[in-house]
């Protein structure tokens, strides 16, 4: 399997990938616009011309970024594809020099493998809420945040 970033001719099968988690209650749905708008924030995994799996790296601010969109198709589920997306996504940040990466989601032990750990969601900045009020569950968020830390500015120049 290989991340490569977003193309225009992934955005469909994204759509329809996020999109169907989304409708299993599973993670925030995505317009078509969105997807486009934010292009460049995404990375996939393709077999052939069939999107597998997506993930997003979205900059929220000038120390923090957010991995959003992690949707994996339920045959490559435990198959490695997920790892392999947040992975390009610290890998990216950590490029960008962002010290910070979250995520708010249901599948809290598959980040804390990966390093993240949790955190109260009251303890993110409330930029990171922008997106919140789409959500049918708004204000009561039932997802878990996790932050990922650099462990310092020098592991980011590494």
Request: aromatic share 10%.
């Amino acid at each position: 399997m290989k991340v490569e970033k977003a193309k225009i001719s992934d955005v469909s099968q994204m759509h329809q990938l996020i999109n169907y988690f989304a409708g299993e209650g599973k993670m925030l749905p995505r317009a078509l616009s969105e997807l486009y708008e934010n292009l460049r924030d995404f990375f996939v995994i393709r077999d052939g011309d069939q999107l597998l799996a997506c993930v997003a790296l979205h900059v929220v601010w000038v120390d923090l970024a957010e991995i959003k969109c992690l949707a994996v198709g339920e045959r490559r589920q435990s198959a490695g594809a997920g790892s392999l997306l947040v992975q390009a996504c610290l890998d990216e940040a950590k490029e960008l020099g962002i010290p910070t990466i979250f995520c708010l989601t249901y599948e809290f032990a598959f980040f804390e493998k990966h390093g993240f750990h949790q955190v109260d969601k009251m303890e993110l900045p409330r930029k990171v809420w922008t997106e919140c009020y789409r959500c049918p569950k708004f204000p009561n968020c039932d997802e878990v945040a996790l932050i990922y830390n650099f462990d310092s500015a020098k592991e980011l120049m590494l």
